[in-house]
């Protein structure tokens, strides 16, 4: 399952992956209510998956970003759902 997802995510255009992400960030911020919150809550979502998979991989700056951007995320989601 690891290996396929990334494998998976090896071959995506990183252009393509920032402009979806990009896009996915700023509908979750400007739609209102339980819309945006659970964009946002989508795009935490796959930010957790992707800092479980490569943890081991990454340098300690790198893992206190991620982890920093996924807790902004979660208070983004949490407040715009109230």
Do not use: H, Y
Request: proline letters at 5%.
């Amino acid at each position: 399952m690891t290996r396929t997802f990334l494998n998976r995510l090896a071959r995506v255009n990183p252009t393509a992956a920032f402009a979806g992400t990009l896009a996915l960030l700023l509908a979750g911020l400007f739609l209102p209510g339980i819309v945006g919150a659970l964009l946002l809550g989508l795009l935490a979502a796959g930010l957790a998956t992707l800092t479980a998979t490569t943890w081991p991989v990454q340098t300690p700056v790198t893992r206190v970003v991620r982890v920093v951007l996924l807790t902004l995320l979660v208070v983004a989601a949490v407040s715009k759902s109230l």
